[in-house]
């Protein structure tokens, strides 16, 4: 046999390692590249020990297009005014609708209908830490307008990576189902000008099977994205009512798209960011920034002395959500 002849055959032998070199590095990846435990954040549970919990709602139900039954809070607004605007909130990161009880109680005092969602993968809404697809989180929320409609105006309003995924709402095809968007300090992405290392010390990504994850579903291989690729730092008190982990779907889905730029530009509506000039998970002075060189000013108020958490229980950052909900 000559050379030229055993050439194609040695091409050949080497590219099937190269192949299965690279699949079994993605086997190892995605099998033992999971996220590490993460130490228990202070700044983000000691608040909710100290904050006032009386009158929680009973949990209501909507039916989701999978059938799945999907739970929310209603704050009805005080002096029961007519069609008064109605503001949908979206939790962040790990918590449940119940984590917003202290904004949800302010907004409907000043006037507001209020629906606090379990946003799914969270509380009452399905299994906690999934989604069956990313997009999914999307649906619900337009199943929940049209399960549980609403007269008058609406504002959908998130808290960090809700804030994110309100982001991801305001600049999709369904962001007509709102016509006013506020962002509570919210999370962008982990490589935006606004993040800082690990969040703040709030989330652990286990990045070599998020990235073997990515690598297969660009092929069309999804199989594995019930897998946990986030752990929060929650301590021992908070872990059995809020969502410890997420799965690569629901990571995806929950939060801005990766292009949060293409999010910003996209978005039609009227939108107003509010965040802690003390906040330790994001760069809050940043947002401005970030939004004005996407092409969309938006107006940015910062709270003074007021942390991530802070924002949705402190009196003054109360009173600032509630002001941007009114202009």
């Not at 059938?67 to 790990?94: C, D, E, P």
């Not at 993968?121 to 830490?129: A, K, L, Y």
């Not at 297969?216 to 009512?241: E, K, S, Y």
Request: glycine share 12%; hydrophobic share 45%; charged share 15%.
């Amino acid at each position: 046999m000559n050379t030229s002849s055993r050439l194609p055959r040695t091409l050949g032998l080497v590219l099937f390692a190269a192949v299965a070199l690279l699949m079994v590095a993605l086997a190892a990846a995605i099998t033992f590249g999971g996220p590490g435990p993460i130490a228990p954040l202070a700044s983000v549970n000691d608040p909710f020990a100290k904050a006032d919990f009386s009158g929680v709602p009973f949990p209501r139900r909507y039916t989701a297009r999978d059938g799945t039954a999907m739970a929310w809070l209603h704050y009805a607004a005080a002096g029961n005014v007519q069609n008064a605007r109605r503001v949908v909130l979206v939790h962040g990161s790990s918590a449940r609708a119940r984590s917003m009880h202290v904004l949800a109680r302010a907004l409907a005092g000043a006037g507001f209908e209020v629906a606090a969602l379990d946003m799914r993968g969270h509380g009452d809404s399905g299994p906690r830490g999934q989604a069956a697809y990313v997009g999914q989180l999307e649906d619900d929320v337009e199943d929940f307008m049209r399960a549980v409609p609403h007269a008058g105006p609406s504002t959908l309003l998130g808290h960090s990576r809700g804030g994110g995924f309100v982001l991801r709402f305001a600049g999709g095809a369904r962001q007509a189902l709102f016509d006013r968007y506020v962002l509570l300090s919210p999370y962008l992405r982990h490589d935006a000008p606004t993040a800082r290392p690990d969040d703040g010390g709030w989330a652990t990504m286990g990045l070599p099977r998020f990235l073997g994850l990515h690598f297969i579903n660009l092929a069309g291989m999804t199989t594995w994205n019930h897998l946990p690729v986030l752990n929060f730092a929650l301590d021992d008190a908070a872990r059995p009512m809020l969502t410890p982990s997420y799965s690569y779907t629901l990571a995806n889905g929950f939060g801005p798209h990766n292009d949060y730029v293409d999010d910003i530009r996209g978005a039609r509506g009227a939108m107003h960011i509010v965040a802690g000039s003390d906040d330790e998970l994001f760069r809050a002075d940043r947002f401005a920034d970030v939004f004005t060189a996407a092409g969309k000013t938006v107006p940015v108020t910062l709270v003074p002395g007021v942390n991530h958490m802070g924002l949705t229980l402190d009196s003054a950052a109360l009173g600032a959500v509630i002001q941007a909900c009114r202009t």
